[in-house]
Structures are given as structure tokens and as C-alpha cells.
């Protein structure tokens, strides 16, 4: 690495921000003076190797986030942006810039970013269920007071032992005189679950399969034993509407039923024991495909971290009704054009069978990632109409190597499927599908 790259001022002040920590007291762990941190907070000084060797022990730091600025283009993407006419008044020079993204990177990334996007319409920043998903992204989709709260429960009640399902409906019983009742279909039309106070009943739809039930009796014990933790969150994020902070206690709830469900330790453990095959932990978790999917994107714990997993689903229109970045570095807008070449769609043709395929797609002036991409079927019962999604899990290629899944797989990049941005943005002409960006609709509408 080269000592340009290690004036890396921004990214340590954001850990040590995140950690909760003064400089003096960050200074202490690392062995140096708070006048030296002080000054490597200021890009006035290099970050030494030693000193990175010390951030990455103490503080599970990934040093490829001081490559952050790729994800831009480099110092070459945002001078192309910064030399559109818009801004040819105010005469930024080369080095003007390149001091720019040293300083703060991610401000330049958000620079680049609203610049990609410009000419969008707006509604989709005010749409509550967008700044929701916003608020998820903010915290890389870990909650991590939330899931050692479930963990701790998990254990109290022994989750890992017998029949989840039947513990869970026990807790309910005796704590909260709530009793679990599968109700038919046509008596619970187009709802899959109810709480009744009046008969002091939680009603589920006969119609919800045995995951999805299990899921909903964990999702009524969160909501009632974890509640604070649950408030906590929801007023931290400080969303500006009452639709949009529903929509984030809705989230915040399932991430504590699926933690139930898939205690921390026991799941990462699992996920590491069997190269994270998801028929294995499907089994092993009594838990849904979409289920393992989604509790994969959320294994960011400090000191126990697994691999960096995003998730997106699918209508069989092709439209992407639900995306959780994790810690993956997926950008968002990968529902910019409809790609038919790639597996969730072909996933439709081949229900219930689990697929694999390795891509290449990116944003703005980056060059596209290489991800590894795991899609199968999943049905959702219990609706107005029984309805199909597809599921993807992604992973960047070059974690790939741990994944059972990824076996006998080529991961060279030059044998990936080339996949576009939105055609507007996208100057590539080896796409194999190009579709205009308009016909997609937004990632968290209903299906």
C-alpha cells in the first residue's frame, strides 16, 4: 500500500467514532500519543503500518475500506464529474479535488453519487418505506444490542433444544397468557396473522408453512419482551414520519424474531462449520430459504464477524420488491435495469431448485464488482393469492472460495456474466441485456 493511501484520517475517525471512543482514550489502545491520532484524524500524518497493525487488532478494522475511494472511480472519476460546465465558474483544479476525496471520502462518494443520479425524481427520497430502508443501510443491517438481547433469550429458553416453535408458543402462554390458534383460510382472508387481545390469541393463517409460522410466534415474543430495545432504535434513527418509523419497527422486529431464531454464535458457528450451505442451515435452523438469506446479511458483530452477504427479492414481474445491502458494498440502485441473463430471474423457470452464477455489475465510474450469486423460489402463502418470489444472495467473488455453494463454480472474472446499470448511466456495450431504467419500479414496493 502506498503512503497516499495510508492518510487514512477520515475512515479512522469514523471507527473511532463508532466505537464510541475519545481520542485519548483510542490513543491508549493503539500506543500512541492523542496529539499523533489527532494529527492522522487530520490526514497531517500517515497512518504507519504499525499503527494499522494495532487498528486491525483492536478494532477488526478491514483495511480494504481505506480503498474507499474506488468505489468513485479514484481521483479520475470525480474530476470527470467536477469538470461538467456546471461547475466551470468555480475553476476546481485537478488538486483541488484530489484533496477533496483524502480528506473526506465520503462526502466525495456522496458528491458522486447525487451526481450519478441527478434528473431522478425526488419521490423516491420521500418515500417513508425508502428512508427505512436508509435507516437499515446506516447500520449495515446489524443491531447489535438487539441481537445479543435475542441471544440471551434464545439461551433462557433453550431454543437450540426440541421444537423452537412449541418453546416459543410456551413463552407466550405462560409470561403473556397468549395463546397460539391456526385459523382457517377463509377466516383470516388475506392476512396472515392477527392478535386478537379480546380472546388473547395470536392467529395464524393455516395457510403460513411451518417456517413461516415459527417466524411469526419469535416475531410476537420480540415485539413483546424486547420491546425497549426496539423503541431504542426506532427513536435513534430519527425518521421524519409516522409511516416511516412503522416501517423501521417493522424491520427491527423481524431482524429479533429471525435472531431467535438463529441465535448469533450458534448461527455464525453453523455458517463456518458447513461453508455456509443454506440447505444445511435451512435444516439445521428450521428456517426458510428468504429467512437464511436475510439473517445472513446481518453477521457484522464486532469480533465475530461472517461474511459480507446482500439480499434482494424478486416479483415475477421482475420487479425487485425488497433489498438489504449488509455489509456487502451492493450499491443500491442495482434495480436500475431488469437483467434477465441473471439467476433470480431464470429461478422462475426452475422452481425450488437452488442456482448459482457469477456476475459482474457496479455503479457510476467504478469498475463493475464480481459477485458470487446464490437464487432459488420461495412462496408466499397466506395472501389475497398465493404468490412466487425469487431470492438472491450475494456475496463479492472473492469470498466466494469459503461457500460450499461456490464449488466447481469458475470465480475468474472474465468467465462472469457482464450485467449493466440503469441504461442511462451505463456506457458499456458488452451488456448482454440492456433494458431501459425506467421500467423498474421501486426496491420496497409491495408485490
Not at 428468504?290 to 458483530?301: E, G, K, Y
Not at 431464470?346 to 458470487?372: C, D, I, M, S
Request: charge should be neutral.
Amino acid at each position: 500500500m502506498s503512503d497516499s493511501s495510508l492518510l487514512a484520517g477520515p475512515s479512522l475517525r469514523r471507527l473511532r467514532k463508532r466505537e464510541g471512543l475519545t481520542q485519548a482514550a483510542m490513543a491508549a489502545s493503539l500506543g500512541i500519543s492523542p496529539s499523533y491520532l489527532n494529527l492522522i484524524e487530520r490526514n497531517q500524518r500517515p497512518l504507519s503500518a504499525r499503527v494499522l497493525v494495532q487498528v486491525i487488532e483492536r478494532f477488526d478494522f478491514d483495511p480494504r475500506s481505506l480503498r474507499e475511494d474506488e468505489a468513485i472511480g479514484g481521483i479520475d472519476g470525480l474530476v470527470r464529474r467536477m469538470s461538467d460546465k456546471r461547475f466551470a465558474d468555480l475553476g476546481i483544479d485537478r488538486e483541488e479535488v484530489q484533496e477533496f476525496l483524502a480528506a473526506a471520502p465520503q462526502a466525495a462518494a456522496a458528491f458522486a453519487r447525487l451526481y450519478d443520479t441527478a434528473g431522478e425524481t425526488t419521490s423516491r427520497a420521500e418515500d417513508p418505506a425508502e428512508q427505512a430502508r436508509q435507516a437499515v443501510e446506516r447500520w449495515q443491517n446489524h443491531f447489535a444490542d438487539l441481537d445479543h438481547a435475542a441471544e440471551d433469550m434464545a439461551d433462557e429458553l433453550r431454543l437450540s433444544q426440541g421444537d423452537t416453535g412449541a418453546a416459543l408458543a410456551d413463552r407466550l402462554r405462560q409470561k403473556h397468557q397468549l395463546s397460539v390458534r391456526v385459523l382457517p383460510a377463509e377466516v383470516m382472508p388475506g392476512i396472515v396473522h392477527r392478535l386478537d387481545l379480546h380472546a388473547r390469541q395470536l392467529q395464524l393463517s393455516e395457510m403460513l408453512p411451518g417456517a413461516a409460522r415459527r417466524f411469526q410466534i419469535a416475531r410476537q415474543v420480540a415485539a413483546l419482551e424486547l420491546r425497549e430495545d426496539i423503541d431504542t432504535l426506532v427513536a435513534g434513527a430519527n425518521l421524519s414520519s409516522g409511516e416511516a418509523r412503522e416501517g423501521f419497527r417493522d424491520h427491527v422486529t423481524d431482524y429479533a424474531a429471525a435472531a431467535l431464531l438463529m441465535p448469533y454464535r450458534r448461527f455464525l458457528r453453523a455458517c463456518e462449520q458447513t461453508g455456509y450451505d443454506v440447505n444445511i442451515l435451512q435444516r439445521r435452523f428450521a428456517s426458510s430459504f428468504d429467512q437464511i438469506a436475510q439473517r445472513l446479511t446481518s453477521l457484522q458483530r464486532v469480533g465475530e464477524r461472517g461474511l459480507p452477504f446482500f439480499s434482494a427479492r424478486f416479483g415475477r414481474t421482475g420487479r425487485m420488491v425488497h433489498f438489504t445491502a449488509g455489509a456487502s458494498g451492493a450499491v443500491y440502485p442495482i434495480d436500475g435495469a431488469r437483467w434477465p441473463a441473471w439467476v433470480p430471474y431464470a429461478a422462475f423457470e426452475n422452481r425450488g431448485a437452488l442456482l448459482t452464477q457469477a456476475v459482474t455489475f457496479g455503479e457510476g465510474e467504478a469498475a463493475p464488482k464480481h459477485w458470487f450469486t446464490i437464487a432459488r423460489t420461495v412462496e408466499v402463502d397466506g395472501v389475497a393469492c398465493s404468490s412466487r418470489k425469487a431470492v438472491v444472495l450475494g456475496i463479492e467473488a472473492r469470498f466466494a472460495g469459503e461457500l460450499a455453494h461456490a464449488r466447481g463454480i469458475s470465480l475468474d472474472p472474465q468467465d462472469a456474466v457482464p450485467l449493466g446499470v440503469g441504461c442511462p448511466r451505463c456506457g458499456r456495450t458488452d451488456c448482454l441485456t440492456p433494458a431501459p431504467a425506467r421500467l423498474a419500479g421501486p426496491a420496497n414496493a409491495g408485490s
